[in-house]
């Protein structure tokens, strides 16, 4: 389980959040439970600031969480019990499942759940209620490389 603690997760809750999970499983950034079900790990950084503040699961989005949700999400994983991320996914892969799709094999879950949230499409929305889009010339180009360049 990845906490993020960068800037904006920090203030968002994730600071507060890392150490309730701390307190709770009684384990510190890089330990796993005597159980073996859960290691704890501060995240520098999930990209998912219009989320804050977000947990990974097997590197599956959580977001929004709270320091009460977050306690929830390890007692139902240290529960077996199933756990759903708030997108991707319709549920978290196994370690083993992520092995096997960074070694490059199709797991079939990536048209899965949501990609996208409101938050994500904010500013798209926004662009396109208001006619904004990219320029087609935008009135200056780039400097030609110098030989050697």
């Known amino acids: 389980m990845g906490v993020c603690t960068t800037s904006l997760c920090a203030v968002m809750g994730g600071d507060e959040i890392w150490e309730t999970v701390c307190d709770h499983l009684g384990i510190g950034n890089g330990e796993t439970t005597a159980d073996g079900k859960v290691t704890l ?24 969480q709270t320091p009460q949700s977050a306690v929830k999400l390890v007692d139902d994983l240290r529960a077996g019990n199933p756990v759903q991320p708030t997108r991707g996914p319709n549920r978290v892969p196994t370690f083993k499942e992520n092995e096997h799709l960074l070694a490059g094999f199709e797991d079939g879950l990536a ?10 499409l904010l500013g798209k929305r926004i662009a396109a209620e208001k006619g904004w889009g990219i320029p087609s010339d935008p009135g200056w180009s780039a400097p030609e490389p110098k030989e050697g360049e």
């Open 41 to 64: 790990e501060a995240i520098e950084c999930n990209a998912a600031c219009d989320f804050a503040p977000v947990i990974m699961v097997n590197w599956e989005f959580f977001d929004n």
């Open 111 to 120: 048209d899965e759940g949501d990609s996208a949230g409101v938050p994500t």
